[in-house]
């Protein structure tokens, strides 16, 4: 287990001075949603950043915030082990391929599992200290009895979403390499909402602003705050246990709960259908049938609706009692969502 930051003496007339070393981190996905949250932390906390990202990545608020950017791909082992800073002092993998639809699959699989592989051979040529991992609560797939804690058994191997199913190979991966003398963490956030969020929760802000949701559909889950995520990966630096998964839960709410209370934020009115569960499938069935044709990702999917079904609700106990985890609440989480979207003119500042 590592301890940060580490210090080094050098010459200093008749004494020795004690200079503060800044611990190194690498950081793939730091141009995303979560990854520019835990570069903040980082950076917050006082590390130096190396952020892997693509050739098209868009990197002004990396280089806005001093973070020293290597440009690669999780498919390109070579340019991982170029990237990766020998003897860092901990590597966050949080990219990942969130998409939930059946013909993106075989890409998915090469990012989640092939990319997880490479850099995990990456980290231990170049002899890092720690590698936190980010996974989702979704490879515990549909569980019987909520809220479950990480003793549940993981399901993910057999959801009908490929995400769980790649993910959970992307963890088995990680693991497999304790032997070999890696040292990682594996952390698993359930529903992420707050800053740099473009596509996730915030885009149902912005329909409910437009007045586009129509209909809202049934279940809960537990919703976290990306900002106490990324303390979270911090805090599995120094005190996560190797090879142990953590739970990041939050504020339980029914989706109906979510929407009316960004209703009120937005001061609009929110939408009175509960679209049940069967017709999401339905809708999701019918989409499977249309981009067999069109070959394009339909509005609903088969994955969307059980992604939807499994109740994402979790005991973050273990997180709490061993990475100091806490999270806001929900209106706190939506708050700053929505601020950050007025601030990038996604929505109109309020009056």
């Known amino acids: 287990m590592v301890t940060v930051p580490r210090r080094v003496r050098r010459a200093a007339g008749p004494r020795?001075?004690?200079?503060?070393?800044?611990?190194?981190?690498?950081?793939?996905?730091a141009t995303g949603f979560l990854g520019l949250n835990v570069v903040d932390a980082?950076?917050?906390?006082g590390w130096s950043v190396v952020?892997?990202?693509r050739a098209s990545s868009n990197v002004s608020r990396l280089k806005a915030r001093g973070a020293s950017l290597a440009q690669g791909e999780l498919a390109d082992r070579a340019a991982l082990t170029r990237a990766i800073p020998e003897g860092c002092d901990a590597v966050f993998h949080v990219a990942g391929n969130v998409s939930m639809w059946s013909g993106a699959d075989a890409q998915q699989t090469r990012d989640n599992v092939d990319g997880t592989r490479h850099l995990v051979e990456a980290a231990l040529e170049k002899k890092a200290r720690r590698f936190i991992h980010t996974s989702t609560?979704?490879?515990?797939?549909?569980?019987?009895h909520l809220p479950f804690n990480e003793t549940a058994p993981q399901l993910g191997a057999r959801s009908k979403m490929n995400y769980a199913r790649s993910k959970l190979a992307g963890e088995e991966i990680v693991r497999s390499a304790v032997a070999r003398g890696l040292d990682p963490v594996i952390l698993n956030p359930c529903h992420i909402v707050g800053r740099y969020d473009v596509n996730g929760w915030s885009s149902t802000i912005r329909m409910i602003y437009k007045d586009k949701l129509s209909a809202i559909p049934p279940g809960r889950g537990s919703f976290c705050d990306a900002g106490a995520v990324a303390r979270a990966h911090l805090a599995a630096v120094k005190q996560g246990r190797t090879g142990e998964n953590y739970l990041l839960g939050g504020h339980v709410a029914t989706y109906r709960e979510l929407v009316t209370l960004v209703a009120e934020l937005l001061q609009k009115a929110p939408p009175k259908r509960t679209i049940p569960l069967w017709v999401l499938r339905a809708l999701g069935d019918?989409?499977?049938v249309t981009s067999a044709v069109t070959h394009?990702?339909?509005?609903?999917?088969?994955e969307m609706a059980e992604g939807l079904a499994q109740e994402a609700v979790v005991d973050s106990a273990k997180a709490i009692r061993e990475l100091g985890y806490e999270t806001p609440p929900l209106r706190s989480m939506l708050e700053t969502a929505l601020s950050w979207q007025r601030e990038e003119g996604m929505i109109p500042r309020a009056a």
């Open 16 to 29: 020795l001075a004690t200079v503060p070393v800044m611990p190194t981190a690498f950081v793939t996905g």
């Open 286 to 288: 019918a989409g499977r």
């Open 137 to 144: 609560v979704a490879v515990w797939g549909r569980q019987e």
């Open 51 to 53: 952020a892997l990202h």
């Open 42 to 45: 980082l950076l917050d906390e």
């Open 296 to 302: 394009r990702q339909p509005f609903v999917t088969p």
